[in-house]
Protein backbone atom coordinates (compact mmCIF):
# COMPACT_ATOMS: atom_id res chain seq x y z
CA UNK A 1 0.00 0.00 0.00
CA UNK A 2 2.24 2.27 0.96
CA UNK A 3 4.54 1.69 -2.13
CA UNK A 4 1.83 1.92 -3.96
CA UNK A 5 0.96 5.57 -2.48
CA UNK A 6 4.61 6.46 -3.19
CA UNK A 7 4.19 5.51 -7.34
CA UNK A 8 1.71 7.57 -7.63
CA UNK A 9 2.93 10.48 -5.93
CA UNK A 10 6.13 10.48 -8.00
CA UNK A 11 3.72 9.79 -11.22
CA UNK A 12 1.88 13.14 -9.97
CA UNK A 13 5.54 15.14 -9.33
CA UNK A 14 6.64 13.53 -12.77
CA UNK A 15 4.15 15.44 -14.88
CA UNK A 16 4.60 18.69 -12.92
CA UNK A 17 7.85 18.63 -13.91
CA UNK A 18 7.14 17.91 -17.04
CA UNK A 19 4.88 20.43 -17.50
CA UNK A 20 7.03 22.89 -16.23
CA UNK A 21 9.78 24.18 -18.84
CA UNK A 22 6.18 24.36 -20.59
CA UNK A 23 4.61 27.05 -18.22
CA UNK A 24 7.93 28.69 -17.71
CA UNK A 25 8.36 28.90 -21.38
CA UNK A 26 9.18 32.90 -21.22
CA UNK A 27 10.41 32.93 -24.40
CA UNK A 28 8.53 33.51 -27.72
CA UNK A 29 8.10 31.04 -30.20
CA UNK A 30 9.64 32.24 -33.30
CA UNK A 31 8.13 29.59 -35.27
CA UNK A 32 4.31 29.09 -35.53
CA UNK A 33 5.45 25.00 -35.78
CA UNK A 34 8.26 22.78 -36.40
CA UNK A 35 7.85 19.83 -38.65
CA UNK A 36 10.94 17.26 -38.38
CA UNK A 37 12.14 14.73 -40.74
CA UNK A 38 15.02 11.99 -41.06
CA UNK A 39 16.40 9.44 -38.72
CA UNK A 40 17.30 8.66 -35.42
CA UNK A 41 19.34 12.11 -34.41
CA UNK A 42 15.91 13.61 -34.44
CA UNK A 43 13.50 10.39 -34.19
CA UNK A 44 11.25 11.25 -30.93
CA UNK A 45 9.31 7.79 -30.83
CA UNK A 46 7.74 7.11 -34.11
CA UNK A 47 9.97 3.73 -34.47
CA UNK A 48 7.49 2.56 -31.00
CA UNK A 49 4.77 1.94 -33.21
CA UNK A 50 6.16 -0.37 -35.78
CA UNK A 51 5.09 -3.52 -35.30
CA UNK A 52 8.11 -5.33 -37.15
CA UNK A 53 10.68 -2.79 -36.01
CA UNK A 54 13.55 -4.70 -34.69
CA UNK A 55 14.76 -3.72 -30.93
CA UNK A 56 18.00 -3.00 -32.01
CA UNK A 57 16.32 -0.04 -33.85
CA UNK A 58 14.05 0.88 -31.00
CA UNK A 59 15.26 3.12 -27.98
CA UNK A 60 11.78 2.63 -25.84
CA UNK A 61 13.32 0.99 -22.70
CA UNK A 62 16.23 2.02 -20.07
CA UNK A 63 18.86 3.35 -20.23
CA UNK A 64 17.49 5.20 -22.81
CA UNK A 65 15.79 8.56 -21.46
CA UNK A 66 17.96 8.38 -18.30
CA UNK A 67 18.18 12.49 -18.26
CA UNK A 68 14.95 13.16 -19.08
CA UNK A 69 12.17 14.50 -16.49
CA UNK A 70 11.19 11.07 -14.59
CA UNK A 71 14.06 8.69 -16.14
CA UNK A 72 11.69 7.82 -19.10
CA UNK A 73 12.66 6.53 -22.12
CA UNK A 74 10.27 7.94 -25.00
CA UNK A 75 11.91 6.48 -28.14
CA UNK A 76 14.60 9.30 -28.55
CA UNK A 77 18.51 7.32 -28.91
CA UNK A 78 20.08 9.26 -26.39
CA UNK A 79 20.56 10.05 -22.91
CA UNK A 80 18.22 13.14 -22.98
CA UNK A 81 16.86 15.37 -25.19
CA UNK A 82 17.65 15.20 -28.88
CA UNK A 83 18.58 17.40 -31.47
CA UNK A 84 15.19 18.18 -32.73
CA UNK A 85 14.24 19.02 -28.74
CA UNK A 86 17.19 20.66 -28.17
CA UNK A 87 16.27 23.26 -31.37
CA UNK A 88 12.83 23.04 -30.55
CA UNK A 89 13.70 24.75 -26.99
CA UNK A 90 15.75 27.70 -29.40
CA UNK A 91 13.07 28.27 -31.04
CA UNK A 92 10.51 29.02 -27.36
CA UNK A 93 9.04 25.35 -27.65
CA UNK A 94 9.70 22.85 -24.66
CA UNK A 95 11.14 19.69 -26.88
CA UNK A 96 10.08 18.25 -30.21
CA UNK A 97 6.64 18.36 -31.62
CA UNK A 98 5.17 14.86 -30.87
CA UNK A 99 5.72 11.85 -33.11
CA UNK A 100 3.55 11.36 -35.83
CA UNK A 101 2.70 7.79 -35.42
CA UNK A 102 1.44 9.02 -31.52
CA UNK A 103 -1.28 11.58 -33.11
CA UNK A 104 -5.33 10.09 -32.93
CA UNK A 105 -6.52 11.92 -36.29
CA UNK A 106 -8.28 14.75 -33.86
CA UNK A 107 -5.30 15.64 -32.84
CA UNK A 108 -2.99 15.83 -36.02
CA UNK A 109 -4.87 18.60 -37.70
CA UNK A 110 -4.34 20.66 -34.22
CA UNK A 111 -0.88 20.11 -34.08
CA UNK A 112 -0.55 20.99 -38.17
CA UNK A 113 -1.17 24.96 -36.92
CA UNK A 114 0.25 24.56 -33.57
CA UNK A 115 3.59 23.28 -32.61
CA UNK A 116 4.09 20.67 -35.56
CA UNK A 117 4.78 17.10 -36.04
CA UNK A 118 8.05 15.12 -35.90
CA UNK A 119 7.93 12.41 -38.69
CA UNK A 120 11.36 10.99 -38.41
CA UNK A 121 12.37 7.15 -37.85
CA UNK A 122 15.42 5.68 -36.50
CA UNK A 123 17.52 3.30 -39.36
CA UNK A 124 15.64 5.39 -42.15
CA UNK A 125 17.64 6.90 -44.83
CA UNK A 126 17.19 9.08 -48.21
CA UNK A 127 16.63 5.55 -49.97
CA UNK A 128 13.54 3.84 -49.34
CA UNK A 129 14.94 0.26 -49.24
CA UNK A 130 17.46 1.54 -46.01
CA UNK A 131 16.81 0.60 -43.12
CA UNK A 132 15.01 -2.28 -43.83
CA UNK A 133 17.64 -4.89 -43.59
CA UNK A 134 18.97 -3.76 -40.57
CA UNK A 135 15.57 -2.59 -38.62
CA UNK A 136 12.97 -5.20 -40.45
CA UNK A 137 10.90 -2.23 -40.29
CA UNK A 138 11.24 1.89 -40.34
CA UNK A 139 9.44 4.75 -42.11
CA UNK A 140 11.92 6.29 -44.86
CA UNK A 141 11.84 9.32 -45.88
CA UNK A 142 9.35 8.92 -49.32
CA UNK A 143 6.71 7.82 -46.60
CA UNK A 144 8.17 11.16 -44.06
CA UNK A 145 7.59 13.29 -47.02
CA UNK A 146 4.16 11.47 -48.30
CA UNK A 147 2.51 11.70 -44.81
CA UNK A 148 3.32 15.13 -44.43
CA UNK A 149 2.13 16.30 -48.10
CA UNK A 150 -1.39 14.25 -47.58
CA UNK A 151 -2.09 16.03 -44.53
CA UNK A 152 -1.53 19.15 -46.48
CA UNK A 153 -3.90 18.33 -48.97
CA UNK A 154 -6.42 16.51 -47.01
CA UNK A 155 -6.82 19.85 -44.79
CA UNK A 156 -7.09 22.41 -47.28
CA UNK A 157 -9.47 20.08 -48.71
CA UNK A 158 -11.58 20.96 -46.36
CA UNK A 159 -12.01 24.50 -47.24
CA UNK A 160 -10.89 26.60 -44.67
CA UNK A 161 -7.55 27.38 -45.79
CA UNK A 162 -5.26 30.28 -47.29
CA UNK A 163 -4.33 30.50 -42.62
CA UNK A 164 -2.97 27.11 -43.03
CA UNK A 165 -1.17 27.30 -46.07
CA UNK A 166 0.45 30.57 -44.57
CA UNK A 167 1.45 28.97 -41.19
CA UNK A 168 3.04 26.55 -43.10
CA UNK A 169 5.26 28.89 -45.10
CA UNK A 170 6.09 30.58 -41.53
CA UNK A 171 7.04 27.48 -40.33
CA UNK A 172 10.27 25.46 -39.92
CA UNK A 173 10.88 22.01 -41.79
CA UNK A 174 14.12 20.68 -40.26
CA UNK A 175 15.62 17.73 -41.71
CA UNK A 176 18.95 15.23 -40.71
CA UNK A 177 18.99 12.21 -42.86
CA UNK A 178 21.57 10.01 -44.76
CA UNK A 179 23.97 8.69 -42.30
CA UNK A 180 21.67 5.58 -42.54
CA UNK A 181 22.23 5.31 -46.11
CA UNK A 182 26.03 5.41 -45.46
CA UNK A 183 26.56 3.33 -43.04
CA UNK A 184 24.63 0.67 -45.22
CA UNK A 185 27.17 1.62 -48.42
CA UNK A 186 30.21 1.48 -46.27
CA UNK A 187 29.36 -1.95 -44.73
CA UNK A 188 29.11 -3.47 -47.78
CA UNK A 189 32.26 -2.82 -49.13
CA UNK A 190 33.99 -3.07 -46.20
CA UNK A 191 33.02 -6.83 -44.65
CA UNK A 192 33.09 -7.63 -48.87
CA UNK A 193 35.89 -5.90 -50.11
CA UNK A 194 37.08 -2.38 -49.96
CA UNK A 195 38.39 -2.78 -53.68
CA UNK A 196 35.52 -4.23 -55.33
CA UNK A 197 35.61 -3.10 -59.20
CA UNK A 198 32.29 -2.52 -59.13
CA UNK A 199 32.04 -0.08 -56.26
CA UNK A 200 31.28 3.62 -57.82
CA UNK A 201 30.71 5.74 -54.49
CA UNK A 202 29.84 9.17 -57.04
CA UNK A 203 27.45 6.75 -58.63
CA UNK A 204 25.49 6.30 -54.97
CA UNK A 205 26.06 9.67 -53.27
CA UNK A 206 24.41 11.12 -57.13
CA UNK A 207 21.34 8.58 -56.39
CA UNK A 208 21.22 10.10 -52.93
CA UNK A 209 20.95 13.76 -54.24
CA UNK A 210 18.49 12.84 -56.72
CA UNK A 211 16.37 11.32 -54.26
CA UNK A 212 17.08 14.65 -51.72
CA UNK A 213 15.55 16.85 -54.15
CA UNK A 214 12.59 15.03 -54.99
CA UNK A 215 11.73 15.55 -51.09
CA UNK A 216 12.77 19.04 -50.71
CA UNK A 217 10.59 19.55 -54.09
CA UNK A 218 7.51 17.62 -52.83
CA UNK A 219 7.75 20.05 -49.05
CA UNK A 220 7.92 23.04 -50.87
CA UNK A 221 4.87 21.90 -53.41
CA UNK A 222 3.38 21.70 -50.37
CA UNK A 223 3.91 25.09 -48.94
CA UNK A 224 7.07 24.53 -46.80
CA UNK A 225 9.80 27.44 -47.05
CA UNK A 226 11.93 27.47 -44.86
CA UNK A 227 14.49 24.58 -44.47
CA UNK A 228 16.86 23.43 -41.83
CA UNK A 229 19.00 20.65 -43.45
CA UNK A 230 21.79 19.33 -41.12
CA UNK A 231 24.38 17.07 -43.16
CA UNK A 232 25.22 13.54 -42.20
CA UNK A 233 28.63 14.37 -39.49
CA UNK A 234 32.06 11.63 -39.74
CA UNK A 235 29.62 8.73 -39.36
CA UNK A 236 32.68 6.39 -39.65
CA UNK A 237 33.70 8.26 -35.92
CA UNK A 238 30.88 6.45 -34.48
CA UNK A 239 31.68 3.79 -32.18
CA UNK A 240 30.58 1.06 -33.77
CA UNK A 241 32.22 2.11 -37.17
CA UNK A 242 35.99 2.67 -35.03
CA UNK A 243 35.63 -0.86 -34.13
CA UNK A 244 34.98 -1.47 -37.80
CA UNK A 245 37.70 0.03 -38.65
CA UNK A 246 40.16 -1.18 -36.15
CA UNK A 247 38.47 -5.28 -37.53
CA UNK A 248 39.79 -4.16 -40.66
CA UNK A 249 42.37 -2.10 -40.70
CA UNK A 250 40.42 0.99 -42.29
CA UNK A 251 40.65 3.45 -40.01
CA UNK A 252 42.49 6.91 -40.69
CA UNK A 253 45.63 7.73 -39.07
CA UNK A 254 45.54 8.96 -35.60
CA UNK A 255 41.78 9.04 -35.45
CA UNK A 256 40.88 5.68 -35.12
CA UNK A 257 37.63 6.40 -37.31
CA UNK A 258 36.97 4.23 -40.28
CA UNK A 259 37.65 6.24 -43.90
CA UNK A 260 36.19 4.87 -45.88
CA UNK A 261 32.50 5.90 -44.61
CA UNK A 262 34.33 9.72 -43.57
CA UNK A 263 35.48 9.81 -47.11
CA UNK A 264 31.76 9.53 -48.03
CA UNK A 265 30.03 11.99 -45.71
CA UNK A 266 32.96 14.40 -47.05
CA UNK A 267 32.05 14.00 -50.49
CA UNK A 268 28.25 14.37 -49.91
CA UNK A 269 28.39 17.72 -48.10
CA UNK A 270 29.22 19.97 -50.94
CA UNK A 271 27.06 18.02 -53.19
CA UNK A 272 23.67 18.98 -50.87
CA UNK A 273 25.26 22.30 -50.56
CA UNK A 274 24.82 22.76 -54.27
CA UNK A 275 21.65 20.97 -54.03
CA UNK A 276 20.07 23.43 -52.26
CA UNK A 277 21.97 26.57 -53.67
CA UNK A 278 20.10 25.06 -57.29
CA UNK A 279 16.61 24.93 -55.52
CA UNK A 280 16.72 27.82 -54.13
CA UNK A 281 17.39 29.54 -56.89
CA UNK A 282 14.71 27.51 -58.84
CA UNK A 283 12.04 27.81 -56.15
CA UNK A 284 10.62 31.24 -55.28
CA UNK A 285 10.94 31.82 -51.88
CA UNK A 286 12.95 29.01 -50.57
CA UNK A 287 15.25 29.80 -47.98
CA UNK A 288 17.68 27.31 -46.03
CA UNK A 289 20.33 27.10 -43.65
CA UNK A 290 22.54 24.27 -44.26
CA UNK A 291 24.55 23.01 -41.00
CA UNK A 292 27.89 21.34 -41.48
CA UNK A 293 27.84 18.50 -38.90
CA UNK A 294 31.62 17.44 -40.39
CA UNK A 295 33.29 20.69 -39.38
CA UNK A 296 31.19 20.93 -36.10
CA UNK A 297 32.35 17.38 -34.89
CA UNK A 298 36.04 18.21 -36.17
CA UNK A 299 36.04 21.04 -33.80
CA UNK A 300 34.88 19.24 -31.03
CA UNK A 301 37.26 16.44 -31.86
CA UNK A 302 40.27 18.71 -31.69
CA UNK A 303 39.35 20.93 -28.88
CA UNK A 304 37.07 18.32 -27.02
CA UNK A 305 37.33 20.84 -23.53
CA UNK A 306 35.71 24.56 -23.46
CA UNK A 307 34.43 26.92 -21.15
CA UNK A 308 30.88 25.25 -22.47
CA UNK A 309 31.84 22.00 -22.86
CA UNK A 310 34.23 19.64 -21.23
CA UNK A 311 34.51 15.76 -22.80
CA UNK A 312 37.05 13.52 -21.66
CA UNK A 313 35.93 10.48 -23.99
CA UNK A 314 35.47 10.75 -28.08
CA UNK A 315 35.50 7.25 -28.83
CA UNK A 316 33.68 4.90 -26.85
CA UNK A 317 29.83 4.92 -25.51
CA UNK A 318 29.04 5.73 -22.49
CA UNK A 319 26.29 2.88 -22.55
CA UNK A 320 29.07 0.49 -24.00
CA UNK A 321 29.12 -3.08 -24.43
CA UNK A 322 31.91 -5.03 -26.16
CA UNK A 323 35.74 -4.36 -26.73
CA UNK A 324 35.60 -1.01 -28.46
CA UNK A 325 31.97 -0.41 -27.15
CA UNK A 326 30.58 -1.75 -30.51
CA UNK A 327 27.98 -3.43 -28.58
CA UNK A 328 24.19 -2.52 -28.23
CA UNK A 329 23.24 -0.58 -25.30
CA UNK A 330 20.82 -2.36 -22.87
CA UNK A 331 18.97 -2.19 -19.62
CA UNK A 332 22.03 -4.04 -17.93
CA UNK A 333 24.77 -2.18 -19.21
CA UNK A 334 26.95 -0.32 -16.37
CA UNK A 335 26.96 3.28 -17.66
CA UNK A 336 29.63 5.83 -17.50
CA UNK A 337 29.98 7.77 -14.58
CA UNK A 338 29.63 11.21 -15.97
CA UNK A 339 27.32 10.97 -18.98
CA UNK A 340 27.84 14.97 -19.82
CA UNK A 341 31.84 14.39 -20.26
CA UNK A 342 31.08 11.77 -23.28
CA UNK A 343 30.53 12.59 -26.51
CA UNK A 344 28.85 9.05 -27.55
CA UNK A 345 25.48 8.00 -25.59
CA UNK A 346 25.36 4.59 -27.41
CA UNK A 347 27.52 3.09 -30.36
CA UNK A 348 25.67 5.32 -32.94
CA UNK A 349 24.43 8.36 -31.22
CA UNK A 350 25.29 11.06 -29.03
CA UNK A 351 25.00 12.39 -25.19
CA UNK A 352 22.62 15.38 -24.96
CA UNK A 353 25.77 17.20 -24.03
CA UNK A 354 27.16 16.89 -27.70
CA UNK A 355 23.83 17.06 -29.36
CA UNK A 356 22.72 20.27 -27.88
CA UNK A 357 26.39 21.66 -29.61
CA UNK A 358 25.18 21.28 -32.97
CA UNK A 359 21.55 22.77 -32.25
CA UNK A 360 23.50 25.53 -30.73
CA UNK A 361 25.48 25.96 -33.75
CA UNK A 362 22.60 25.81 -36.19
CA UNK A 363 20.77 28.29 -34.54
CA UNK A 364 22.84 30.43 -33.83
CA UNK A 365 26.59 30.07 -35.76
CA UNK A 366 27.81 32.66 -38.06
CA UNK A 367 29.73 31.25 -41.24
CA UNK A 368 31.75 28.71 -39.70
CA UNK A 369 29.29 26.10 -39.48
CA UNK A 370 26.09 27.08 -41.38
CA UNK A 371 25.51 28.65 -44.73
CA UNK A 372 24.29 30.94 -46.05
CA UNK A 373 22.35 31.88 -42.96
CA UNK A 374 21.89 30.32 -39.68
CA UNK A 375 18.26 28.98 -38.17
CA UNK A 376 17.58 32.15 -36.64
CA UNK A 377 17.98 34.40 -39.31
CA UNK A 378 15.94 31.81 -41.57
CA UNK A 379 12.64 31.96 -39.42
CA UNK A 380 13.39 35.53 -38.97
CA UNK A 381 9.88 37.47 -40.29
CA UNK A 382 11.00 38.52 -43.92
CA UNK A 383 9.73 41.91 -44.93
CA UNK A 384 6.05 42.39 -45.52
CA UNK A 385 4.89 42.39 -49.56
C1 LIG B 1 -7.99 8.53 -39.73
O1 LIG B 1 -7.92 9.16 -41.00
C2 LIG B 1 -7.59 8.30 -42.06
C3 LIG B 1 -7.41 9.11 -43.32
O2 LIG B 1 -8.44 10.03 -43.46
C4 LIG B 1 -8.67 7.25 -42.21
O3 LIG B 1 -8.31 6.36 -43.24
C5 LIG B 1 -8.79 6.48 -40.88
O4 LIG B 1 -9.83 5.57 -40.95
C6 LIG B 1 -9.03 7.43 -39.73
N1 LIG B 1 -8.97 6.70 -38.49
C7 LIG B 1 -9.87 6.84 -37.55
C8 LIG B 1 -9.68 6.02 -36.31
O5 LIG B 1 -10.81 7.59 -37.67
C1 LIG C 1 17.20 -7.40 -36.28
O1 LIG C 1 18.46 -6.88 -35.95
C2 LIG C 1 19.49 -7.83 -35.97
C3 LIG C 1 20.72 -7.19 -35.43
O2 LIG C 1 20.90 -5.90 -35.95
C4 LIG C 1 19.67 -8.33 -37.40
O3 LIG C 1 20.71 -9.27 -37.46
C5 LIG C 1 18.38 -8.97 -37.84
O4 LIG C 1 18.47 -9.36 -39.19
C6 LIG C 1 17.24 -8.00 -37.67
N1 LIG C 1 15.99 -8.66 -37.93
C7 LIG C 1 15.15 -8.26 -38.87
C8 LIG C 1 13.86 -8.99 -38.97
O5 LIG C 1 15.41 -7.33 -39.60
C1 LIG D 1 1.96 7.25 -44.17
O1 LIG D 1 2.25 6.96 -45.53
C2 LIG D 1 2.26 5.60 -45.83
C3 LIG D 1 2.72 5.44 -47.26
O2 LIG D 1 2.01 6.26 -48.11
C4 LIG D 1 0.89 5.01 -45.62
O3 LIG D 1 0.91 3.61 -45.90
C5 LIG D 1 0.51 5.22 -44.18
O4 LIG D 1 -0.80 4.77 -43.98
C6 LIG D 1 0.61 6.68 -43.81
N1 LIG D 1 0.39 6.75 -42.39
C7 LIG D 1 -0.58 7.42 -41.87
C8 LIG D 1 -0.75 7.29 -40.37
O5 LIG D 1 -1.31 8.12 -42.52
C1 LIG E 1 24.42 -3.57 -50.05
O1 LIG E 1 24.44 -4.85 -50.60
C2 LIG E 1 23.17 -5.47 -50.68
C3 LIG E 1 23.36 -6.90 -51.14
O2 LIG E 1 24.17 -6.93 -52.30
C4 LIG E 1 22.28 -4.65 -51.62
O3 LIG E 1 21.01 -5.24 -51.69
C5 LIG E 1 22.16 -3.27 -51.09
O4 LIG E 1 21.44 -2.46 -51.98
C6 LIG E 1 23.53 -2.63 -50.87
N1 LIG E 1 23.33 -1.38 -50.17
C7 LIG E 1 23.92 -0.27 -50.55
C8 LIG E 1 23.58 0.95 -49.77
O5 LIG E 1 24.71 -0.22 -51.47
C1 LIG F 1 39.53 -7.40 -53.76
O1 LIG F 1 39.15 -7.21 -55.11
C2 LIG F 1 40.25 -6.91 -55.95
C3 LIG F 1 39.70 -6.60 -57.33
O2 LIG F 1 38.78 -7.59 -57.71
C4 LIG F 1 41.24 -8.09 -55.96
O3 LIG F 1 42.36 -7.76 -56.77
C5 LIG F 1 41.70 -8.34 -54.53
O4 LIG F 1 42.50 -9.51 -54.49
C6 LIG F 1 40.49 -8.54 -53.60
N1 LIG F 1 40.98 -8.60 -52.24
C7 LIG F 1 40.52 -9.43 -51.33
C8 LIG F 1 41.13 -9.31 -49.96
O5 LIG F 1 39.65 -10.24 -51.59
C1 LIG G 1 30.86 6.24 -61.73
O1 LIG G 1 29.56 6.80 -61.96
C2 LIG G 1 29.59 8.07 -62.57
C3 LIG G 1 28.18 8.62 -62.59
O2 LIG G 1 27.25 7.66 -63.05
C4 LIG G 1 30.19 7.93 -63.95
O3 LIG G 1 30.24 9.20 -64.58
C5 LIG G 1 31.59 7.36 -63.82
O4 LIG G 1 32.13 7.13 -65.09
C6 LIG G 1 31.59 6.07 -63.02
N1 LIG G 1 32.95 5.68 -62.74
C7 LIG G 1 33.42 4.48 -63.03
C8 LIG G 1 34.84 4.22 -62.67
O5 LIG G 1 32.73 3.61 -63.53
C1 LIG H 1 45.43 -5.92 -39.81
O1 LIG H 1 46.79 -5.65 -39.52
C2 LIG H 1 47.40 -6.64 -38.71
C3 LIG H 1 48.81 -6.17 -38.36
O2 LIG H 1 49.38 -5.43 -39.41
C4 LIG H 1 47.41 -7.97 -39.48
O3 LIG H 1 47.99 -8.98 -38.68
C5 LIG H 1 45.97 -8.36 -39.80
O4 LIG H 1 45.94 -9.52 -40.59
C6 LIG H 1 45.27 -7.24 -40.55
N1 LIG H 1 43.85 -7.58 -40.67
C7 LIG H 1 43.16 -7.48 -41.81
C8 LIG H 1 41.72 -7.85 -41.78
O5 LIG H 1 43.68 -7.09 -42.85
C1 LIG I 1 39.76 8.75 -48.15
O1 LIG I 1 40.10 9.92 -48.88
C2 LIG I 1 41.47 10.26 -48.76
C3 LIG I 1 41.68 11.62 -49.41
O2 LIG I 1 40.90 11.74 -50.57
C4 LIG I 1 42.31 9.15 -49.39
O3 LIG I 1 43.67 9.45 -49.27
C5 LIG I 1 42.01 7.84 -48.66
O4 LIG I 1 42.67 6.77 -49.29
C6 LIG I 1 40.52 7.54 -48.64
N1 LIG I 1 40.32 6.40 -47.76
C7 LIG I 1 39.49 5.42 -48.06
C8 LIG I 1 39.44 4.28 -47.09
O5 LIG I 1 38.77 5.42 -49.05
C1 LIG J 1 14.90 34.13 -48.94
O1 LIG J 1 14.99 33.94 -50.32
C2 LIG J 1 14.58 35.09 -51.06
C3 LIG J 1 14.66 34.72 -52.52
O2 LIG J 1 13.94 33.54 -52.75
C4 LIG J 1 15.47 36.25 -50.74
O3 LIG J 1 15.00 37.40 -51.42
C5 LIG J 1 15.43 36.51 -49.24
O4 LIG J 1 16.37 37.51 -48.91
C6 LIG J 1 15.79 35.25 -48.50
N1 LIG J 1 15.62 35.47 -47.07
C7 LIG J 1 16.61 35.29 -46.22
C8 LIG J 1 16.24 35.48 -44.76
O5 LIG J 1 17.72 34.97 -46.55
C1 LIG K 1 30.62 15.87 -15.45
O1 LIG K 1 31.23 16.38 -16.60
C2 LIG K 1 30.94 17.74 -16.89
C3 LIG K 1 31.59 18.05 -18.23
O2 LIG K 1 32.86 17.52 -18.29
C4 LIG K 1 31.45 18.61 -15.76
O3 LIG K 1 31.10 19.95 -16.01
C5 LIG K 1 30.82 18.15 -14.45
O4 LIG K 1 31.38 18.87 -13.38
C6 LIG K 1 31.05 16.67 -14.21
N1 LIG K 1 30.30 16.22 -13.06
C7 LIG K 1 30.83 15.47 -12.11
C8 LIG K 1 29.93 15.08 -11.00
O5 LIG K 1 32.00 15.11 -12.14
C1 LIG L 1 37.48 18.89 -17.76
O1 LIG L 1 37.20 17.73 -17.00
C2 LIG L 1 38.37 17.13 -16.49
C3 LIG L 1 37.96 15.80 -15.85
O2 LIG L 1 36.77 15.94 -15.15
C4 LIG L 1 39.04 18.08 -15.53
O3 LIG L 1 40.22 17.50 -15.03
C5 LIG L 1 39.38 19.38 -16.27
O4 LIG L 1 39.90 20.32 -15.37
C6 LIG L 1 38.15 19.96 -16.94
N1 LIG L 1 38.58 21.06 -17.79
C7 LIG L 1 37.91 22.21 -17.86
C8 LIG L 1 38.42 23.24 -18.81
O5 LIG L 1 36.93 22.43 -17.17
C1 LIG M 1 23.73 30.68 -29.04
O1 LIG M 1 22.56 30.68 -28.27
C2 LIG M 1 22.64 29.93 -27.08
C3 LIG M 1 21.28 29.88 -26.44
O2 LIG M 1 20.70 31.14 -26.42
C4 LIG M 1 23.69 30.56 -26.17
O3 LIG M 1 23.83 29.76 -25.02
C5 LIG M 1 24.99 30.61 -26.90
O4 LIG M 1 25.93 31.28 -26.13
C6 LIG M 1 24.81 31.34 -28.24
N1 LIG M 1 26.06 31.27 -28.95
C7 LIG M 1 26.49 32.27 -29.67
C8 LIG M 1 27.78 32.07 -30.40
O5 LIG M 1 25.89 33.30 -29.77
Not at 26 to 34: E, G, I, S, W
Not at 125 to 143: A, D, K, Q, R, Y
Not at 227 to 256: D, H, I, T, Y
Not at 307 to 317: A, K, M, V
Request: aromatic fraction near 10%.
Amino acid sequence: MASRRGSLALVVLCSVLVLAPHGAAKKPRLVPAMFVFGDSLVDVGNNNHLAQCNLSCKANYAPYGIDLPCRSPTGRFSNGYNMADQLAQLLGFAKSPPPFLSLSNASVYQRMSTGGINFASGGSGLLPETGFNTCGEVIPMSEQVGNFTSLVRRRSGSGRDRTAADLISKSLIFISVGSNDLFEYADNFTQANVSDPSRNDTEFLQRLIASYTGYVKDLYAAGATKFSVLSPSLVGCCPFQRAVAKKFNGSEQQSGCLGLANNLSRQLHPMIASMLQDLSLELPGMNYSLGDAIEMAEFVFKRPRTRDYNFTTLDLPCCALGEFGEGMCNTWVTLCQNRSSYFFWDRFHPTDAASAITANELFNDTGHFVSPINVQQLVAPGPRP
